[in-house]
């Protein structure tokens, strides 16, 4: 017998355990919801429909915890920035704040108006459409965190509500122009993210860890990172956080942000320096100063989903009750208090209790992170937000947050392939040459600068030729480095996932709709 049988079954209890807890807590949540409605709501003749829709509210609202929030805190916590417990515990709080705070009074019944609802004509049958696109865009995300499949939350309800209207008013229904933004942003956002943060990570190692003094070009540097930071941010959440309570153009959100950098830089400018006095001159210790301006944007990033992405849970909810209550269609549906707290709550039961899987898969599980390349993945996901809204580009933060990921990854294996290149040619053109003579020389090499390694490169190159790599000499070591750094099969399967999204909650939310018309009409 193995010895280590009885610990296996003592944890895959444990588990089970563990598992089960969680659902009795989900569970538990959509019970509070039929008791609340119960008795808090006077009986009308759909009130029993609006109970359910409340429930199925519940049920979205805690699958985009499961899912979207890992986005927000994942890199932190897989730079170890902030342990998995405090990333939640800030989520949470962030995440509930603002989606009561900032949330808004009041949202588009059509998400994205990927359909027209003026064709369609009968107020039962848009709420079937509404219940069924809201069902199935939680089963779809429900199955994605399931896979550990970060997908996009508002794609999700989109394809449900493009799947159910089609079903309910035929193809002549749909708003074809906006369903072709939203393929593009499957190429644009992610691409978008990558570049950016894999520009943000190359300017730090090529004004900081590329320099000899490390520490002097950090007191220089980071100061000015956290206030473009802050910049980006503040920016961020004026534009994208708070737009449904106050609403402002770029120009003046971006002078409130630079106002607001500008003063960070003054205030951080000396900590940093105070800071880094007691440092060595390592990469560890300039990670280190990273460290709280992580923990601030996790919050922010928090805020700003919580914001924005509650109405993805809230909004068909709203929809239903407003027709419900008025009896009539409506572009645009008032948030009482109650759908709004469902949606809060939600959101951050759902995170804590099923969101460590995805933030692990999205925090360390795709490529290692540490606290310098988390920060460029957060400030990717900021700034290319910002530009794709002047520029009317559609763009996921959910595919911007992964894209940055694979942006870092793809960067550091190109970094390390090219590095790998050097040291064979230095080993190359010292072939006949005393192995310590070599080794002193290669030690020289990686303590060096960027200016100073091309400059030892062209002279060792002219004093003998290179002798080149063959094709499968260089595909072999390109092949190394990209299974170390960037995991394909998390690239092959967040992929598959996007792609899938829409047309799978569409394809379920039209096969719910005719279900529950089947059953409710005699």
């Known amino acids: 017998m193995d010895l280590n049988t009885p610990a296996l079954l003592e944890n895959q209890e444990t588990t089970i355990r563990l598992e089960i807890l969680k659902l009795g807590g989900a569970t538990l949540f959509l019970i509070g919801i039929v008791f609340f409605i ?8 759909n009130h029993t429909f609006l109970i359910v829709s409340a429930v199925i509210g519940g049920y979205m609202a805690l699958n985009i915890g499961a899912n979207d929030v890992a986005n927000n805190v994942g890199p932190a916590v897989g730079s170890k920035a902030l ?5 939640i515990f800030i989520a949470m709080i962030f995440e509930s704040s603002g989606a009561l705070i900032a949330g808004g009074e009041v949202v588009s019944t059509i998400k994205k108006g990927i359909i027209d609802p003026s064709l369609i004509n009968n107020t039962d049958t848009f709420i079937w459409l509404m219940l069924a696109a809201l069902l199935a865009a939680a089963i779809w995300l429900n199955i994605a965190t399931f896979f550990n499949a970060p997908v996009s939350t508002t794609h999700s309800i989109v394809g449900g509500v493009l799947g159910a209207g089609i079903a309910a008013g035929g193809f002549g ?3 074809w122009a906006v369903f072709g933004k939203i393929a593009a942003s ?15 990570l190359y300017l730090i190692k090529r004004t900081i860890t590329y320099q000899d003094d490390m520490l002097h070009a950090a007191k220089r540097i980071v100061p000015l990172l956290i206030a473009l930071m802050a910049w980006a941010f503040s920016t961020y959440l004026i534009l994208k956080g708070l737009k449904k309570i106050w609403t402002v153009d770029f120009a003046m959100a971006g002078s409130i942000a630079f106002a607001i950098a500008l003063t960070l830089y003054f205030f951080t400018r000396p900590l940093i320096d105070k800071a880094a006095t007691k440092l060595n001159n390592s990469k560890t210790s300039v990670n280190a100063l990273f460290t709280i301006p992580l923990i601030f944007a996790a919050a922010f990033l928090s805020f700003a989903h919580g914001a924005n992405d509650v109405a993805n849970a809230v909004g068909p909810l709203a929809a239903i009750n407003d027709a419900i209550t008025h009896g009539g269609i409506a572009k645009k549906a008032a948030i009482p ?4 707290l469902i949606g809060a709550l939600g959101l951050s039961l759902g995170l804590a209790l099923y969101g460590s899987k995805l933030i692990r898969t999205v925090g360390s599980e795709i490529t290692e992170l540490d606290k310098m390349r988390a920060f460029c993945i957060s400030m990717a996901a900021a700034i290319t937000v910002i530009i794709a809204s002047q520029f009317g580009l559609p763009v996921s933060s959910t595919h911007i947050a992964v894209g940055a990921i694979f942006g870092v990854g793809f960067l550091r294996e190109y970094l390390k392939r090219t590095d790998a290149k050097r040291i064979d040619e230095i080993r190359e053109h010292h072939e006949h040459v005393d192995p310590e003579v070599t080794e002193a020389f290669l ?12 400059k030892m490169l062209t002279e060792l190159k002219a004093q003998k030729d290179t002798t080149e790599f063959t094709k499968k000499e260089r595909k072999s070591l390109k092949k190394v480095y990209k299974q170390e750094l960037v995991k ?33 009409i005699p």
């Open 173 to 175: 229904i749909a708003n």
């Open 38 to 45: 119960n008795l808090s709501m006077e009986p009308t003749p």
């Open 443 to 454: 030690n020289k090499f990686n303590k060096a600068s960027v200016a100073s390694k091309s």
């Open 337 to 340: 208090l109650w759908v709004m």
């Open 488 to 520: 394909r099969s998390h690239v092959y399967k967040i992929a598959v996932a996007w792609v899938v999204t829409v047309p799978t909650s569409a394809i379920m939310a039209a096969f719910l709709y005719f279900t529950i018309r089947g059953i409710l």
């Open 83 to 87: 342990t998995l417990t405090g990333a």
């Open 186 to 200: 499957w190429v644009i956002s992610p691409v978008l993210g990558g570049l950016i943060a894999a520009l943000f």
